[in-house]
């Protein structure tokens, strides 16, 4: 029972590391699946949703098994999935065991983001400025289009360590890199007022959410497609709420 009973902890650890990271939810099942088959369970059922997985199964001798586990956070970062969906495939194949999957499971948990903030912040500003040039063939509403969209991302990483409110987070997020964007403008730093703000929020859009919402749907994951698409509209409702206050100030 005690072995079964981590095996069913072990699944479930590495599908809320799927689901925590931006994986799609038939992705974190078909994983959980696998590795609960492999360990031995039989007749294996698992349920993903995005704030909680519940997982299933029966014991050689005929006793069920079922646990739950919440998710709370969520973030993107794919390389973390990419290193889950490659330690499933170890343990299906038996190249390791439990304790060694769980093992690399706190690792790969514990472990930092793929690339470091101040690349990410530089890439922000990089994305920032060449949208704004791509929708307005504008070079020099570049330069207040890219420190936008890199202020945008620095304020959405501070507040959401401190705050621990997603929403609120890019809302605070969105305001403070149209300030910045508009005051450039204001000061003689650019032209176009609507491609500076396009080019500020670029790094803020909802991304992934929005494609695993479309993907979770197309397969038939109603509840956990209609979830996320929930999440992603209530991040652009949020952006757009943080510009709008921004420009608010700067009318005459």
């Known amino acids: 029972m005690a072995e079964k009973g981590r095996l069913v902890d072990l699944c479930l650890f590495a599908g809320k590391l799927m689901v925590t990271y931006g994986a799609e939810t038939y992705r974190a099942e078909d994983i959980m699946n696998r590795m609960a088959v492999a360990g031995g369970l039989k007749n294996v059922h698992s349920f993903v949703t995005t704030t909680g997985i519940f997982l299933s199964g029966v014991q050689d001798n005929g006793d069920n098994l079922m646990q739950m586990i919440r998710i709370v956070d969520r973030f993107q970062d794919l390389n973390k999935v990419a290193e889950v969906n490659q330690l499933s495939r170890d343990f299906v194949m038996g190249r390791i065991d439990e304790v060694e ?5 706190l690792k790969i948990s514990a472990a930092r983001m793929n690339y470091p903030l101040w690349l990410i912040y530089i890439a922000s500003g990089v994305a920032g400025g060449a949208f704004s040039y791509l929708v307005g063939n504008t070079k020099f509403d570049m330069i207040p289009a890219a420190m936008g969209g890199l202020m945008s991302t620095l304020f959405l990483v501070l507040f959401q360590h401190y705050l621990h409110a997603k929403f609120f987070s ?46 979770d749907l197309m397969n038939g994951d109603l509840i956990s497609g209609l979830a996320r698409g929930a999440e992603a509209a209530l991040t652009a409702l949020s952006i757009a ?6 420009v608010s100030l700067f009318l005459p």
Do not use: C, K, M
């Open 170 to 215: 890019e809302y605070l997020a969105s305001f403070f890199g149209s300030i910045t964007a508009l005051t450039l403008v204001h000061s003689g730093y650019g032209t176009s007022v609507d491609q500076v703000i396009i080019g500020t929020i670029i790094p803020l859009v909802p991304g992934i959410p929005l494609t695993n919402s479309v993907r």
């Open 241 to 246: 709420a943080g510009v709008a206050t921004a």
């Open 101 to 105: 999957a769980n093992q690399q499971l």
